[in-house]
DNA sequence: TTGATTCAGAGGAAAAAAGTATCAGTCACC
DNA sequence: GGTGACTGATACTTTTTTCCTCTGAATCAA
């Protein structure tokens, strides 16, 4: 005899056409309304209906020559055949891209804050408009060493922070992040509003590294405000440096986050004339990849505030 | 006229069937074999594959007399196919156990470490309290996976290291777990109690992927601790990585487990100052399922431990 | 060149789906 | 309580789709 594998069944397959039907019955809760929706008559979909019913070994369906109502599993069958058919949709839209020939894999190097702000919006828009690409993302990354990596064609795109050394690169300027205070929740500077950055001036600092252009940024702005700032730890990791904040080690100024961690145990404050920095993305200028080009487009769409970038 | 719901197509509709034609191919590589496979002649087969390349605009398969082979949109299909056809046939399945009276079905992701301590007390839990519910639990996954899986519905619940990246995921945290060493039984190290992360400076390390929130979290610790550590095998299942340690092929930081694996060859060793990992479970915020919110509740009751979770 | 192998096409048979006409149950309303 | 309007199911026919058999064209091995 012969082995038949589960995958290869035929007659009782629920098929994508039953589901349509089934989808917009439920919707309607008649079949009449329904039929019509489907540009068909009603008996040929009462008979799918039933056929799909009994594929499934389930009632789907309450009728009364009155009303239709779902069943419990007729809801779930609703609920997930939606899903499912908005997939296929999808499926069929990237394979059909995918045979217009996007495809291929870039690696993404991502600075600080960015990494969960800005770079799941990335990848959000990647999967959209270039499904078939692979983004190789490395987050968390400082600018110096991304414009090695850039340099040495570890990473083909990097979003970092301006300004750059290196005259190999081409820079995209793609926004402009004012900075925040982060404090623990029982600070005292916590219950006010907007806060000056001369306030902090006998705080004690958690910061990025020296090499950050955000510890740059701010530490020339307290300079000017008329303080040095007491660092009494250093870390690189965003989320690490909040975990300091939240266990009460001291403040830290980061780039905005519209909505970052829900962390517990800090609060976000304002600055009056905050400082900004830049970010940007960046690429090896003698990189001319189809796909490298096709990933530098999807920054344009969004109204590209042509700021300074230096 | 009618205005035409873009749900209610008709025609060029890609249908179960014609996936799995496909996939009978594409993995056969051979229309003739795959033929067979499906219990049906060649001709026809030709001819659906043909229409689906039709319907698809796309050419999937390149065919000379001599062999076929897949084209990169041919690869796209076939592994997104196959994906599809599990969740259809899980959505068979489904619908059958709620319409045998199942109160519901709830898909559940669970990550590494946390499938075999934390899913058997919950499963425990749903059974006693709301029975007549159905848990798929998918386990050993890892965070960004079950971050993809909740955005795109195709699991209901995960219980997660954080932190996450999506804003579209709610949390809810669980607890919070030390890492302990995991040491072959004749190592050296496991005759003493406690150990210092020092200690371990020079061994080979078997660890989780990158994209693990364990991985990151070692390798944080281990930085502090000043070394950078040496993993000489990867892996994604625990007990994998179990067994390369019984295999003494290395050392490796997992999260505590108190009756975790008794596995032969084996022993925990606790760490001065262990780094911590959280455990939380997610879901998708606008998922307002009555079933999720009742089984949200069965996390309340432990004594919700409010740590701070960066 | 010949034979074996493999995929595609043509035309007819079988199966599935859709259409038409009709029936039977329910409810609203007089 | 009877009547008519409305709704979904059934019976049967027509149309469409799928599948099968037979055959042909292209490629490769000997």
Chains 1, 2 share one sequence.
Request: charged residues 25%.
């Amino acid at each position: 005899m012969e082995h038949i594998g589960a995958r290869d069944r035929r007659v009782d397959d629920v098929e994508v056409r039953q589901m349509r039907y089934f989808i917009a019955v439920a919707e309607e809760k008649h079949f009449g309304r329904a039929a019509q929706r489907l540009h068909m008559a009603q008996p040929p979909l009462s008979q799918q209906i039933k056929a799909l019913e009994e594929q499934l070994g389930t009632q789907l369906l309450v009728r009364t020559t009155r009303k239709v109502d779902l069943t419990a599993a007729g809801e779930l069958l609703l609920a997930r055949a939606r899903l499912l058919l908005a997939e296929i949709e999808k499926l069929e839209q990237d394979v059909k891209l995918v045979g217009q020939g996007a495809s291929g894999v870039l690696r993404v190097g991502v600075s600080g804050t960015a990494t969960y702000r800005l770079m799941p919006i990335i990848v959000q828009a990647a999967r959209e408009h270039m499904p078939g690409l692979r983004l190789s993302v490395q987050g968390e990354m400082l600018t110096p060493e991304m414009e090695i990596a850039l340099e040495e064609q570890r990473v083909d795109v990097a979003v970092l922070r301006p300004p750059i050394r290196s005259n190999q690169l081409s820079l995209k300027f793609l926004e402009k992040d004012e900075l925040v205070v982060a404090l623990p929740e029982d600070h005292e500077l916590a219950s006010r509003g907007l806060l000056d950055l001369a306030d902090l001036a006998d705080e004690p600092f958690i910061a990025y590294p020296m090499s950050s252009a955000v510890n740059a940024i701010s530490t020339e702005a307290c300079r000017r405000a008329g303080f040095s700032p007491q660092i009494v730890q250093e870390t690189q990791e965003t989320s690490t440096l909040l975990s300091f904040v939240a266990a009460g080690m001291g403040v830290a100024l980061v780039p905005t986050a519209r909505r970052m961690f829900a962390l517990q145990g800090i609060v976000f404050r304002q600055l009056r004339n905050a400082p900004a920095v830049d970010l940007a993305v960046a690429w090896k200028t003698d990189n001319e990849t189809a796909l490298l080009k096709k990933f530098l487009d999807l920054f344009e769409t969004p109204a590209t505030t042509e700021g300074n970038q230096a």
